[in-house]
């Protein structure tokens, strides 16, 4: 395993147990039966916790957080932080995982849940318990305080094992959820004040809605699943038809989820190039395509002629469904050239879109690196060879010039690597398999 990611898991779990200590020593006397309150929420964060919902397959969500901010702000005190840190191991000690997995996500549990205390105290909040009236500025910062560490701590950790910017890690993972987060501000009060208004009773209405939050995140994330099985459903439809471009759309999209990273998109316009590049080819489900794509041999000019039709049919195609019509320009002109020479509508330069641009790069880069009737599949120096021979020519140069001299550029070449941002739960596992193998390449 390598050996930052777990010196930074130790590092937090340091940083866990010194800021409990702090803020013991900060302020060391409690009121036990103010603590009835953070340990009946922290309760339902645990079966928050317990009753995950699936996000994909190797991926789960969980609604924990918030019943963890109710506590706090109910009584912000290392106490309080000591009970939602015994709650979080007991809800690790449920899940199959890793010692050091479980060490570390109890840990920036306990570390966020500190630094939303250190936070709330310090803007001058004071436990809901003792007063109902909002402070708004303490619970605003304590909330988004809590989230940011929460959520940083893990990028943190992503960037250090994968070697990139955690800052850019941490914003493509978190840009999409920023609309929840803003939620749960006003979700955390209702919480807290229901609980001081109604004592045990809230505790039900806190159960009914964690889960319908967890209902709603899980159908809303089922939906997206859905819908992206769907889609690849249909490419690989479409792709039968020619036994050699198996996976083709598959990859071309993972690569070009990497070439979007490498040049500084965000995760909105890395996800609308993700689509486009895995629809690129799906009109050659069109009959005209049909015995040409099973030809063996070489095209004549006439059955290249229609080939060259496959991006205006994929277009049209993608056309017909309106939450897609955003990306039809990127499918129909991905065979544009940058210098104007491709097709179907002869652009050049920027007058190209950009995702066309990317997606012709990713395209060509699955075409060198397959194997075909008539030569092997090029390696990793064959491909950077022939990028920089047409950099300018068919390939964007500025994008073509990002990636050769990106670190990332290898990624196109490791078959593990599936294009995006990983989930902490599977970084251990990526290292340790990539720790017994050579580097790949193609």
């Given at each position: 395993m390598k050996t930052s990611v777990i010196a930074y898991?130790?590092?937090?779990?340091?940083?866990?147990?010194?800021?409990?200590?702090?803020?013991?020593?900060?302020?060391?006397?409690?009121?036990?039966?103010?603590?009835?309150?953070?340990?009946?929420?922290?309760?339902?964060?645990?079966?928050?916790?317990?009753?995950?919902?699936?996000?994909?397959?190797?991926?789960a969500g969980e609604v924990s957080f918030i019943p963890y901010l109710t506590a706090i702000v109910l009584y912000p005190s290392w106490a309080t932080l000591s009970i939602i840190g015994a709650g979080a191991i007991l809800a690790e000690l449920k899940k199959p995982k890793s010692p050091i997995k479980r060490a570390f996500n109890v840990a920036q549990i306990v570390f966020a849940g500190a630094s939303a205390v250190s936070a709330y105290i310090a803007l001058g909040g004071k436990a809901l318990l003792l007063s109902k009236e909002f402070h708004a500025v303490p619970h605003l910062g304590a909330v988004a305080v809590f989230l940011v560490v929460n959520t940083l701590s893990v990028a943190t950790a992503i960037g250090i094992a994968e070697g990139k910017s955690i800052l850019k890690t941490w914003r493509d993972g978190n840009v999409a959820s920023l609309a929840y987060d803003v939620?749960?501000?006003?979700v955390v009060y209702a919480f807290a004040r229901a609980y001081v208004d109604w004592g045990v009773f809230a505790i039900i209405g806190a159960i009914v809605l964690v889960y319908g939050f967890r209902e709603t995140y899980q159908s809303k994330h089922q939906l997206e699943a859905?819908?992206?099985?769907?889609?690849?459903?249909?490419?690989?439809?479409?792709?039968?038809?020619?036994?050699?471009?198996?996976?083709?759309?598959?990859?071309?999209?993972?690569?070009?989820?990497?070439i979007a990273q490498v040049i500084g998109l965000g995760p909105k316009e890395i996800e609308r190039v993700s689509?486009?590049?895995?629809?690129?080819?799906?009109?050659?489900?069109?009959?005209?395509?049909?015995?040409?794509?099973?030809?063996?041999?070489r095209l004549t000019p006439e059955e290249r002629a229609i080939m060259e039709l496959h991006p205006i049919k994929s277009a049209e195609l993608v056309a017909?469904?309106?939450?897609?019509?955003?990306?039809?320009?990127?499918?129909?002109?991905?065979?544009?050239?940058?210098?104007?020479?491709?097709?179907?509508?002869?652009?050049?330069?920027?007058?190209?879109?950009?995702?066309?641009?990317?997606?012709?790069?990713?395209?060509?880069?699955?075409?060198?690196?397959?194997?075909?009737?008539?030569?092997?599949?090029?390696?990793?120096?064959?491909?950077?060879?022939e990028l920089?021979?047409?950099?300018?020519?068919?390939?964007?140069?500025?994008i073509c010039d990002a990636l050769l001299n990106s670190q990332d550029f290898r990624r196109l070449f490791d078959k593990n690597d599936e294009g995006g941002?990983?989930?902490?739960?599977?970084?251990?596992?990526?290292?340790?398999?990539?720790?017994?193998?050579?580097?790949?390449?193609?």
């Open positions: 898991v130790y590092a937090i779990v340091a940083a866990a147990a010194a800021s409990l200590v702090g803020l013991y020593l900060f302020d060391s006397n409690v009121s036990p039966a103010l603590l009835i309150g953070p340990a009946l929420m922290t309760l339902v964060a645990i079966g928050g916790a317990l009753y995950s919902y699936q996000i994909k397959s190797n991926t939620v749960a501000i006003f859905t819908n992206e099985e769907l889609l690849e459903l249909f490419v690989q439809t479409v792709e039968f038809r020619d036994p050699y471009t198996s996976g083709h759309s598959q990859r071309v999209r993972r690569f070009s989820r990497i689509r486009a590049a895995l629809l690129h080819d799906v009109g050659k489900i069109h009959e005209i395509f049909a015995p040409i794509l099973m030809k063996p041999g017909k469904i309106t939450t897609l019509r955003d990306i039809v320009g990127a499918v129909r002109h991905h065979h544009e050239n940058w210098d104007g020479t491709g097709y179907p509508d002869r652009l050049a330069g920027k007058d190209i879109p950009l995702e066309s641009r990317i997606i012709m790069i990713a395209d060509t880069i699955d075409a060198m690196t397959t194997d075909r009737p008539y030569r092997k599949a090029l390696g990793e120096e064959d491909v950077r060879i920089i021979k047409w950099r300018g020519i068919q390939f964007d140069p500025n941002v990983l989930p902490f739960a599977q970084i251990f596992d990526i290292i340790r398999r990539k720790r017994s193998r050579t580097p790949a390449v193609a």
